[in-house]
């Protein structure tokens, strides 16, 4: 049936087709006045109020018509408008909280046109009409990419000193990737760049790096934290001629990573995990076999358990592995005894599983021996600003790694560790330490007095001040001036290293600035390490036609809010479970000898 049309519409011209909104709802027709030519959203209502109010030209005869509407039909008009106005307005808080929803949980933006979807939608509010998939892609993506970034910049605004640190990685596309993470200390996700055609020689890193210290603002930023490649460690050199108050640090986590690498691969211990390794192959690669260890599992230990292999460059999931192959050991033992297994199991591997005792007390050496390493990694991973750590805690290695039995093995290690330690040290460490009222620079060696102190941090102060820091810096470490009293050494207050220098800004005003920048620094870049979790969580083999631009925006709208809601980031280690699919995820680490160019 056709709808008949109000008569005002014999003083308009009509449209000939009704104007659609994003997400494909049908508007009004236009009307163009036949008197003045103004344009407007075709609702008689409006229509008549033009004729009678706002139109110059209209004929007098026209104007009466309208003239002596009643005013009550005029306010309904307005309370009409102010309904459509605040319909509009609700459709609009939806449709950006569902953006939302969908960024923050990393839903393929594709899902929102999913008929069930839809449907879902509209059992909620049958008058409600979601966003298009190109809404989700662009205009509301943009809005919600200046909110997060809005944010952001709000957070770092109000940080005391933040720390850059910085990765790369390799996409799905193999296009080559490098991201700036921003720790306050908790990981902002700042930007991520396509190099292209771009080399990362240590002149490239430093200018990109130039470009988003000058972003932040230089003011802020206590340290630039990279792995230990050559050409991060030439891109150290170039930025620190032009920002001497920038400490530029190697990731400690990343040294003992290395550390560990050099470990397993001594002869003495790679024929005892070799083996293991071999075994877990085994029984991942026989279904029935495997089958069968399980049954076990659960007969002898009560539950089954899953093996780890290690991840190349995670060299500290050699421990989860051994820790995980000794917790089935029961089982294991039991398992050659199937017929099953008896028959398709190596000879090799057979005669170790059913050894009394030799082939597993060598496991359990090699993990306790690795334990210690794999603690302190996790520890240097931490979001947490922990520099100030560094030193006590590959201290206390080297005395763990002395109550060796074995002697030969113990020499080996510890030389592998002093030549470690000369690799990754950088004053900014001992200083640290020092500086850290739990530790007052306690067990420094004779290799660290306090001239040699002194000296290196009044380079990080402009030198106008380094005579002030020196006397600071003497009472503080004579306990004297500002410092001399005993409840300000007792471990309740010495909690927060930060907080306890705070305490001490008029009176060491130097010396406390200085110290609270070196406690705000982690000990590693593993937050931009980490970040590739999400990269690959966003921008993975089912939506791979994402481009990067648009994934770098849905990256860190689903980093930052995460961590603007308090939900718990990936933040400080790797769990178990993550270990087998990290080397799909993880660029490929440089050693720190090499310096691999993209």
Not at 87 to 103: G, L, P
Not at 109 to 120: G, M, R, S, W
Not at 125 to 144: A, G, I, M, Q
Not at 302 to 312: A, Q, R, S
Request: glycine share 2%; with cysteine.
């Amino acid at each position: 049936m056709t709808r008949t049309l109000d008569p005002v519409w014999d003083y308009f011209k009509k449209s000939t087709e009704r104007k659609t909104d994003q997400a494909g709802t049908k508007q009004h027709y236009t009307a163009t006045c036949n008197f003045c030519d103004t344009i407007m959203t075709g609702q008689p209502k409006r229509m008549k109020i033009h004729l009678n109010k706002n139109c110059l030209n209209v004929p007098l005869e026209v104007k009466n018509q309208y003239k002596n509407k009643d005013k009550e039909q005029e306010s309904s008009d307005v309370d009409n408008d102010n309904t459509e106005d605040n319909v509009s307005n609700e459709k609009e808080e939806i449709d950006t909280a569902i953006a939302r929803a969908f960024y923050a949980s990393g839903i393929p933006l594709a899902t929102i046109e999913n008929p069930f979807i839809i449907q879902a939608l509209h059992k909620i509010n049958p008058e409600y009409h979601p966003p298009s998939r190109k809404s989700l892609s662009t205009t509301l993506l943009e809005k919600e990419y200046k909110q997060v970034s809005a944010d952001m910049k709000k957070q770092i605004k109000n940080s005391n000193y933040i720390c850059l640190t910085s990765d790369g990685w390799t996409n799905i596309h193999q296009q080559p990737i490098i991201n700036f993470m921003i720790t306050t200390p908790q990981p902002i996700f700042w930007k991520a760049l396509e190099s292209k055609e771009n080399s990362h020689t240590g002149e490239y890193i430093a200018e990109q790096f130039d470009i988003v210290i000058k972003e932040i603002g230089i003011s802020k930023i206590a340290a630039v934290i990279t792995d230990n490649a050559s050409n991060m460690k030439k891109a150290h050199s170039i930025l620190q001629k032009d920002y001497p108050n920038i400490i530029f640090l190697g990731c400690f986590a990343h040294n003992i990573n290395l550390l560990i690498k050099s470990v397993i691969e001594l002869t003495l211990i790679k024929e005892i995990i070799t083996p293991v390794q071999e075994i877990i192959k085994f029984f991942k690669r026989h279904h029935i076999e495997n089958a069968c260890l399980e049954r076990l599992q659960i007969e002898k230990i009560g539950k089954t358990i899953k093996f780890n292999l290690p991840v190349i460059t995670r060299w500290g999931s050699h421990h989860i592995c051994l820790q995980s192959f000794l917790a089935s050991k029961k089982a294991l033992q039991n398992v050659v005894f199937e017929e099953c297994v008896r028959k398709s199991i190596p000879s090799s591997l057979n005669s170790k599983l059913i050894d009394t005792e030799g082939f597993w007390v060598d496991i359990e050496e090699i993990c306790q021996l690795l334990e210690p390493f794999t603690k302190i990694i996790r520890e240097f991973e931490s979001n947490q600003p922990n520099l100030s750590l560094v030193y006590n805690r590959f201290t206390k290695l080297k005395n763990e790694i002395k109550q060796l039995t074995n002697t030969s093995l113990k020499d080996i290690i510890l030389d592998k560790c002093t030549l470690r330690w000369e690799k990754m040290y950088h004053p900014a460490i001992v200083i640290a330490y020092y500086l850290d009222p739990r530790y007052h620079g306690q067990n420094l060696t004779d290799e660290y007095p306090f001239s040699m102190i002194a000296e290196e941090t009044s380079k990080f102060v402009n030198q106008d001040l380094s005579g002030q820091l020196v006397k600071e810096l003497l009472w503080y470490n004579n306990k004297t001036g500002p410092f001399n009293s005993s409840i300000f050494w007792k471990l309740e207050a010495m909690n927060d290293p930060i907080d306890w220098w705070n305490g001490f800004q008029k009176e060491v005003p130097v010396l406390s600035k200085f110290a609270v920048k070196l406690m705000s620094i982690p000990a590693s870049n593993a937050a931009s390490e980490r970040n590739w979790s999400n990269f690959g969580f966003i921008q993975n083999i089912k939506r791979n036609r994402l481009t990067n631009e648009r994934t770098f925006k849905l990256v860190s709208i689903y980093s930052n809010l995460r961590l603007a809601n308090g939900q718990k980031l990936n933040d400080d280690n790797i769990n178990e479970e993550e270990l087998e699919n990290l080397d799909e995820i993880i660029v490929i680490e440089e050693s720190e000898e090499s310096n691999i160019e993209h």
